[in-house]
Nanobody, 126 residues
């Protein structure tokens, strides 16, 4: 599966953005999907994940209550709604897919993922 993330941009602190990740290829509905980000000089970190059906989600503590992950399997798309953005949210965001479980994404983070899209850059001005 090939992934492409969209929706990054520049916003003021307190603002919002919605990232989209479109998948090409078949069987999108069989993949667990995750969102990650990688600040400069740091490791890629887990943000949010959603199970294949969309019925289960998980979030990192740093974004819980501010970010919401969802998916539309009919459109081969997963979304990340980001509200109450902070300057420390500034970085590049990536979507990824896995044939593994939601739990594996939460426990293992980036190494649980099998496919990665190119990132989309988010800048939050103070």
């Amino acid at each position: 599966v090939q992934l492409q993330a969209f929706g990054g941009g520049s916003v003021q602190a307190g603002g919002f953005l919605r990232l989209s990740c479109v998948a090409s290829g078949r069987a999108f509905g069989r993949y667990g999907m995750g969102w990650f980000r990688q600040p400069p000089g740091k490791e890629r970190e887990f943000l949010a994940a959603i199970g294949w059906s969309g019925g289960s989600t998980a979030y990192a503590d740093s974004v819980k209550g501010r970010f919401t992950v969802s998916r539309d399997n009919a459109k081969n798309t997963v979304y990340l709604q980001m509200n109450s953005l902070k300057p420390e949210d500034t970085t590049i965001y990536y979507c990824a897919a896995t044939i593994g479980t939601l739990g594996a994404i939460v426990v293992d983070g980036p190494i649980a993922m099998h496919y990665w899209g190119k990132g989309t850059e988010v800048t939050v001005a103070s």
